[in-house]
T-cell receptor, first 115, second 114 residues
Framework: AQSVTQLGSHVSVSEGALVLLRCNYS??????LFWYVQYPNQGLQLLLK??????LVKGINGFEAEFKKSETSFHLTKPSAHMSDAAEYFC?????????????FGGGTRLMVKP | NAGVTQTPKFQVLKTGQSMTLQCAQD?????MSWYRQDPGMGLRLIHY???????DQGEVPNGYNVSRSTTEDFPLRLLSAAPSQTSVYFC?????????????FGPGTRLTVL
């Protein structure tokens, strides 16, 4: 069975500081990995995804994530936080054995950006 | 395109009542799914459908029914609401349901069961 662990349910950074949101996964087969963002009172939207091509994946709004198989990690980073980045972020995994596009989500990390 | 739409946005039920949460998409996507979101637990899959007439259970299907009579619509039915079903419900769709496919989420329905 797959699982996803997001370290830190709340992360607070200052505007302009580095954003680092951590995600570790477990999967018995090569995984596909996703980061979604949820702004207040909205649904989730895709930030980026890893589908076994390049290990460094660039997404929207300046975010990127690096797939590290040896560490079973897919951490999300952004060099300089903006106030508009305040939201909840979810890491999710699927794999080649999926009967359908079934995602397993982590518990989420709420990012707060201080002025 | 409206994308994925859900109605209602908010609903309050009494224990034992039934109701249907509506979900529709106008992107001609084959795959649709329902998730519930609870604090600290991320999103958990309730039911999914890989095409009209085909549905299957996800991780937490008990107390919920689905049907898929058209490509566009995927309603979720609560048969006899319980307080444990208080949650935010999201519908999602993707083009073909492959493992790398991007899922598009609706705005959610916030359900409270008293």
């Amino acid at each position: 069975a797959q699982s996803v662990t997001q370290l830190g349910s709340h992360v607070s950074v200052s505007e302009g500081a580095l954003v680092l949101l951590r995600c570790n996964y477990s999967s018995s087969v090569p995984p596909y990995l996703f980061w979604y963002v949820q702004y207040p009172n909205q649904g989730l939207q895709l930030l980026l995804k890893y589908t076994s091509a390049a290990t460094l994946v660039k997404g929207i709004n300046g975010f990127e994530a690096e797939f590290k198989k040896s560490e079973t990690s897919f951490h999300l980073t952004k060099p300089s936080a903006h106030m508009s980045d305040a939201a909840e972020y979810f890491c999710a995994v699927s794999d080649q054995n999926n009967a359908g596009n079934m995602l397993t989500f982590g518990g989420g990390t709420r990012l707060m950006v201080k002025p | 395109n409206a994308g994925v739409t859900q109605t209602p946005k908010f609903q309050v039920l009494k224990t034992g009542q039934s109701m249907t949460l509506q979900c529709a998409q106008d992107m001609n996507h084959e795959y649709m799914s329902w998730y519930r979101q609870d604090p600290g637990m991320g999103l958990r899959l309730i039911h999914y459908s890989v095409g009209a007439g085909i549905t299957d259970q996800g991780e937490v299907p008990n107390g919920y029914n689905v049907s898929r009579s058209t490509t566009e619509d995927f309603p979720l039915r609560l048969l006899s609401a319980a307080p444990s079903q208080t949650s935010v419900y999201f519908c999602a769709s993707s083009m073909d349901g492959s493992s790398t496919d991007t899922q598009y989420f609706g705005p959610g329905t916030r359900l409270t069961v008293l």
